[in-house]
């Protein structure tokens, strides 16, 4: 029943999301880690605050400590950045976070790292399927939690220092601190509050923080920072002046923003506006990688400046290791996740907050001031975005009409090309580009459409809709 989405393993609370199976995962993880000889450094475990996460921690320590592994419990709720983070620095083989990130209140999950700190790829994920596949409850051994402690097998640890100074060090903080910069912080009951405090406050930052204390529900909303959701945060920015306004999400590795007008700036802009500070502002030089559900503004920007711009699946594992391997200085997705070279190898909406209020300061411009710059010079992209639910019955119909008939609405634009990459992405010959696709932590069906205005963006969607019988 174990298996791993784009974004780790979750599942709904006492359906899948149980004792016994979070006790699977460890003991499968374990068993591979001995396995491939990588056993000895032992791992560290985080978790967030949701329901159940810090008890979730411990179930996981309990079986590696009975697998004779040694684990270090990060003694805090902590941002999934963090875990990545205390991998790397650590130089460890594996990680675990206990979170479901921006999924609703009823789910939870763990998501699973590699040596570097970055996202377990799908042949790492899919060998842990096949260990747990191959075990029964009987061979699940563990330690009592604190017996594990006493033995030394389980170790308190608390990286959060670590990380928040590598933060520090990347950013420039005496800009910022010139600046003299409103801000403020919402993280949507989630974990990011210590370190962004942290590191806005020696910013000399005036901050201020809404939504911070602990609410399993959330409440009552998604965990997800997106137009939707940050109403509250739109309403502080408006009354308060403020020249930002940051979010993140339940886990604190996306990252949502509010801009000066009290309007919010989508995923897609943040990227844009970050590359194109790296490049022109800071001197950098490199690729970006996206993924294929996110603007191709990106594309002309890395055009223009000489780079590459590569397109990979959705999940952020595609965009890690897409970036290994290009050596790309800047990655993200139209979700709100992001990374840049030098830090860790996966998302983490704490530095990407950091990196965006330096370029504030250093710019000397509004966020919509400077993206306005942008669409002067390289043209305006809009995109729209809606997800449908559906029965079994549905996707297999779906299914069928996409990716066994390969069957397309007619859309008013001649097509360039299409592409079953991930989902089924069709090109226009205008650059703009419609794709509708599967997501891989919901049952939800996604259509996402980016050409020159909103408007015709969601006449394809429309016809994409109608097409499939969907709404």
């Known amino acids: 029943m174990i298996k791993f989405g784009t974004g780790g393993w979750q599942a709904v609370i006492a359906d899948e999301f149980t004792k016994r199976n979070i006790r699977l995962l460890a003991c499968a993880l374990a068993r591979k880690l001995k396995d491939d000889d990588k056993a000895e450094n032992g791992i560290v475990i985080g978790y967030d605050r949701r329901f159940l996460s810090c008890e979730a921690a411990k179930w996981a320590a309990e079986v590696m400590a009975g697998e004779g592994i040694y684990t270090r419990i990060i003694d805090r709720e902590s941002p999934t950045p963090l875990v990545m983070f205390a991998v790397k620095k650590d130089k460890l083989p594996a990680g675990l976070a206990v979170t479901a990130s921006h999924n609703p209140a009823v789910y939870n999950g763990i998501k699973v790292f590699m040596e570097g700190g970055r996202d377990a790829d799908e042949e790492y994920t899919g060998e842990i399927e096949q260990y747990i596949s191959g075990l029964e409850d009987s061979d699940v051994k563990s330690i009592p939690y604190e017996e594990g402690i006493q033995k030394g097998m389980i170790v308190l640890t608390d990286p959060m220092n670590d990380y928040i100074d590598s933060i520090i060090s990347a950013i420039d903080l005496d800009v910022i ?203 305006v992209y809009e995109m729209e975005e809606r997800d449908y ?43 703009g580009w419609i794709i509708a696709r599967f997501s891989g932590t919901e049952p939800l069906i996604r259509i996402f459409c980016e050409i020159g205005s909103a408007a015709e963006a969601n006449a394809a969607i429309d016809i994409f809709e109608k097409f499939l019988k969907l709404g």
């Open 177 to 379: 601190r010139e600046s003299n910069l409103h801000i403020v912080l919402d993280p949507m009951y989630g974990v990011s509050k210590t370190a962004l405090q942290t590191i806005l406050l020696t910013a000399r930052c005036k901050l201020d923080v809404i939504h911070e204390r602990r609410d399993a529900l959330f409440g009552g909303r998604l965990p997800a920072p997106n137009h939707k959701t940050l109403a509250g945060l739109m309403n502080y920015v408006e009354e308060n002046g403020c020249d930002i306004g940051i979010a993140t999400d339940g886990d604190a590795d996306r990252l949502g923003v509010i801009d000066d007008k009290a309007q919010f700036l989508h995923p897609n802009k943040i990227l844009v506006l970050l590359y194109y500070y790296l490049l022109k502002y800071k001197g950098w030089k490199g690729a970006v990688v996206r993924n294929l559900a996110t603007t191709h503004l990106v594309d002309r920007i890395a055009e223009s400046f000489g780079e590459t711009c590569y397109e990979v699946p959705v999940g952020f594992k595609h965009i890690s290791s897409g970036m290994v391997k290009t050596g790309a200085i800047i990655g993200g997705e139209s979700s709100g996740g992001l990374t840049v070279r030098g830090h860790i190898q996966g998302k983490d909406g704490i530095y990407a907050a950091a990196l965006l209020i330096e370029m504030i300061a250093a710019t000397k411009m509004k966020l919509s001031e400077l993206y306005s710059r942008i669409e002067r010079e390289y043209g």
């Open 389 to 431: 639910r559906f029965s079994q019955e549905k996707k297999e119909e779906i299914k069928k009409i996409l990716f066994h008939d390969k069957l397309l609405p007619v859309f008013p634009y001649a097509v360039k090309k299409v592409s079953y990459l991930d989902g089924c992405k069709v090109y226009f010959e205008n650059n």
